[in-house]
């Protein structure tokens, strides 16, 4: 433009070019006349490649500054419109029911802590900052007596720019230390498992290590869920006052017999929840490797033992269940069974033949053999297979244990086990099985965890109704007129079955070991609530006139268990004679139910209680 | 003009900035304050879950029970101490004889006690004794003196724990049996203005053979004002004065549940009073 306003030669500027800001001067006159093509040519030539240059230029510059703020323009409009309003924080504040911890809390059924996570404070120092190393140690080991003088004098006087002094202070002790005000010295925030109820859960709710892991018990089982929802507490299905009830009768009676340990189990029948475990001995949750490792087996779950008689119930259960033995039908228990090298006897040898009910209230070895010989291995496998047996119990502890079945399932592994040897099993699995027998034979799977009240609770038909009512009949039999007298708590119809083993070291079995259990139910006219008591090795006492057997150590303690369960459960107190309990757990040694004819025993009565032992002549090899 | 467009929107933005200005800087104040409410609520969060944590540890069952055999007389439940409401029978109209009222001097020393009711310590009349005195009125309070004068009353116990709660509550210048039965005091309450005849007349009659002395004069079942207002309070000093003249000899004989006191009955199979 500037070029046509200066009127210079049409030819020479390019309109594309002229429109940046360059200069084209007009051309000077020549003092020479030039040939006419020459001058237009030779100008034209300079002219066209500055303008060339300049046009190439301009091009490079646009398309630079073109970029740039196209680039600029994209990240502004991505910085305000996609990325939220370009906010840079927002506040928010918190919700009633946040945590502010890392991992939630577990409870019992009621809604009591058994375990939590507490905020503490962590002491620690950067020695640079402290500025007199002895009064400042003086002064925190007056705050904090448990702390070493020369120790912390040591730490503060070093080099390092940290230092720990005391890891989980409590508030007392913080406040303690704040107040002392020294310069150096500061806290960290960190995070402490914490166990309200102490021992009395251990076995159960498990413990965490150092950097809050769950390494046995429910936090190791539910680590996932505790840490991933930390805000929930996790529920359980444990009361603690039952606990506290089942751990201080276990631990009087593991007192008194000298016991090396025990197991207990309350159990509801009618959903599979387990209210209270207790295994003995038992550990500090806050410390658990302070002590003997054998305190963390836990003797309920992960323990598998030969139970005994008390397999006595599932061996009459299935006679029942086949429909082909009744309990008024005799059995012969005078002659010792001989199947192989073995010989199966009695520990007392009644020298005739019992009704199946009597068979189960003397806890008779023959008898038991007996019936499972009309029965059949492959019916008793079946059975047992149906009980769960065979696989762990699917508990949510991660210390389940797998029982010991023999394999192959042969006749004389069959008779052993109609009378609980040559099968082991854990206690929890022998309450979870009995349960299904007496609840009218429905087999729920046990649970550590509180059932919703509206949920459905998974079931398993697995024996018939009769015959669970006829195994209540026996079960409340045992206790008014067999081995389980010292069970009987008035107004509770309290039944069940007594257990003794004897312990198996190596390849023999002990004649002085033995565990001795009671599986006791109440109330037996309507079955509500398992209690199992399991004393591993007790010593007989005078006062037990030399027994340590199950009828001597279990029942009473179970008796007790009931006694002070049973109002906090809401059991109702009932009389035991009126005729609607009689009608639904009566049962008379010739297998009658009638108990309005109240008929003499047919036999002798019965004779001294304790001898439930089932045992082998000791020159034999069971296995 | 032009300027004055300039001037206007220029005005205008700078207004805005201001405004924004300001805003921003509100912002901030909420945002610092919201934080620092964030920071007490952790806190008080935390301080919460160590008392609950805490509550938990003193809660612990055996604790408290290693505590409760060292501080309390009580012992374990046992079975036979739990009952259904079912069970309990409805409490009929005579089956619970009401309180004796003895006049001073009348009672003998060593009635026994009635059901659910533990033996009195020593201490017992002594606090009684220590208390009435407080009372506002000395004279006037003679009427129920006899329980501090240990004549063996009925129910010692709970006219000491009534005082115990509430020793203004119970006036000094209550109507004792004695004064109930004072014609003079009687007089004052006009039953024939209070209670319709129809209603009056049935007590009337049923009061007269058995206490003739206040018959006529109170119609003890009437909605009166007073008496019967404070009778009904826990003191041995019921409003039917004739139920009370009746009920005086029963107290010299120790208490046995008639077959018709099913609540008698109920609470001596419970065991309560032993």
Redesign the interface.
Known sequence: MIGHDHGGPAGYGQPGASTGSTYVPPPAPSPFPQPAPQPSAKPRTSLAVALEQSRYRLMVTAAVVTTVFTAISVKLAMATLLAGGGEP?Q?V??EVG????NRADITDRNG???A????TQSLYADPKLVSRPEEAAQKLVGALPDLDYKDVLGKLSGDRRFVWLKRNLT?KQQAAVHRLGIPGVAFEREERR?Y???P?TSHIVGFTGIDNNGLAGMEQGFNKRLTEEPGTPLQLSID??L???L??ELAATVQEFSAIGAAGIVFDVRNGEVLSMVSLPDFDPQDPTGLNPDTLFNRATLGVYEMGSTFKIFNSALAFDTGKIRVSDMFDAAHPVKIGRFTINDYHNLHRALTVAEVFQHSSNLGSVRMVQQVGVAAQKAFMTKMGFTKPTGLELPESGWPLVPNPWREVNSYTISFGHGISVSPMHTVAAAASVINGGLFHKPTLLKRQPDGEVPTEQVVSRQTSDMMRRMFRFVVTEGTGKSAE????VVGGKTGTADKQKGKHYQKNSRMSSFLGAFPMNDPRYIVYVLVDEPQATAKTYGYATGGWVAAPAVGRIV??I??LLNV??VDENTPEILNSTYLNAAGSTNWQQSLPPVTAPPPAKGSTVASFPTQTKPR | MKGKTWLFWGGLIAAAGGVLFQTSYDVQDLEEKLAGLNRKIILEQESIQVLKAEWSYLNDPTKLEQMAQAYLTLQPTEPRQYLAMDMIPMRPADAVPPPAQALPGKALPGAPLPPMVRAPGTGNSQLAAARVPAAPNNNAAAGIVPVSAQVGLAKPLPMEKALERAPVVVPASLPSGAALADPSRANRIKPAALVPGSARAPTEKSAAPVAPAAAGKLAPNAPTARPTELASRPIPAPAPAPKVAAAAPAAQQPYQPKPTDSLGLLVARLGANR
């Open positions: 924080r506040h504040a918190l946040d945590t502010t911890t009591n802590l058994l939590t996570s507490l905020v508030p914490f309200p109820a102490g009395l603690l006052r606990q506290h009830v751990k201080k708590v008035k107004g509770y006694k002070q049973g109002p109702p107190v």
